[in-house]
């Protein structure tokens, strides 16, 4: 006979309680410690800190750079994008529509939250190989390195030990991702080539809105090195920051 492998005795209650920890630092907001889950909960202090570790293992929760306390991860972040519909005003696709007239390439549109992206317009002519893959492995992807340049420390969202390797060129190093990123902040574009599939190139602009806060990106995607893009690409990005922000 197999052996059962579902929920059994204390299971379930186990379950409960990392929900109740979910929900509450989701109900008190960013930056709720330990302490204060516990009071909420009328919980074991021990047993707060525990769970809430596990969630920060599992990417439901993060800890705040100054380590003062929790907030929702990229996965709650993932769940909610997952439901919520994604819209995109007419006139930002007119936008992309004109210039994928003009560039040879594939040309997407990237939404971001503080923690995760979405492809939200992908090329019809050009589209991405796997959209899943450019969403979930944030550092073998320009778009996803844009996302990382604007963390405080890149490791809160993504745990070094997630540096999945795609190809020999994928960088899989801390202090390698460290450099790169750096360079990222000081061009305000990022790009990649082979990283995530062999051979395929890929580059991002930031979209921002009239405050700085990174919304959107413009990437474009092509065989071999897209590192040239040209000014039409950067002209698209700040267009869409009027219509998007």
């Given at each position: 006979?197999?052996?059962?492998?579902?929920?059994?005795?204390?299971?379930?209650?186990?379950?409960q309680s990392a929900l109740a920890v979910l929900e509450c630092v989701a109900r008190l907001g960013a930056g709720v410690t330990a302490k204060e889950v516990?009071?909420?909960?009328?919980?074991?202090?021990?047993?707060?800190y525990r769970l809430l570790n596990l969630?920060?293992?599992?990417?439901?929760?993060?800890?705040?750079?100054?380590?003062?306390?929790?907030?929702?991860?990229?996965?709650?972040?993932g769940l909610a994008g997952a439901i919520a519909p994604v819209r995109v005003p007419s006139a930002a696709r007119a936008v992309l529509a004109d210039l994928r007239r003009e560039v040879r390439a594939g040309v997407h549109l990237v939404l971001?939250?503080?923690?995760?992206?979405?492809?939200?317009?992908?090329d019809p002519d050009l589209p991405l190989q796997d959209?899943?893959?450019?969403?979930?492995?944030?550092?073998?992807?320009?778009?996803?390195?844009?996302?990382?340049?604007?963390?405080?420390?890149?490791?809160?969202?993504?745990?070094?030990?997630?540096?999945?390797?795609?190809?020999?060129?994928t960088i899989t190093k801390s202090d390698q991702l460290d450099a790169c990123l750096a360079e990222i902040r000081v061009q305000d574009s990022a790009a990649q080539t082979g990283e995530l599939h062999e051979r395929v190139g890929c580059a991002a602009v930031p979209v921002r809105s009239a405050a700085g806060e990174l919304v959107a990106g413009v990437t474009v995607s092509a065989r071999g090195d897209v590192r040239e893009l040209p000014a039409s690409v950067h002209e698209c990005a700040l267009a869409l920051g009027r219509l998007l922000a």
């Open positions: 006979m197999a052996a059962d492998t579902g929920l059994s005795g204390r299971q379930p209650k186990a379950v516990a009071t909420a909960l009328g919980m074991p202090p021990a047993t707060a969630l920060v293992g599992e990417e439901y929760l993060v800890r705040l750079p100054d380590l003062s306390g929790f907030a929702l991860g990229r996965k709650v972040a971001y939250t503080a923690t995760t992206l979405r492809v939200a317009d992908m959209p899943a893959l450019v969403e979930r492995h944030l550092h073998a992807t320009a778009a996803g390195r844009l996302l990382l340049a604007e963390q405080p420390e890149w490791r809160d969202l993504l745990p070094p030990s997630r540096l999945t390797r795609f190809t020999a060129a």
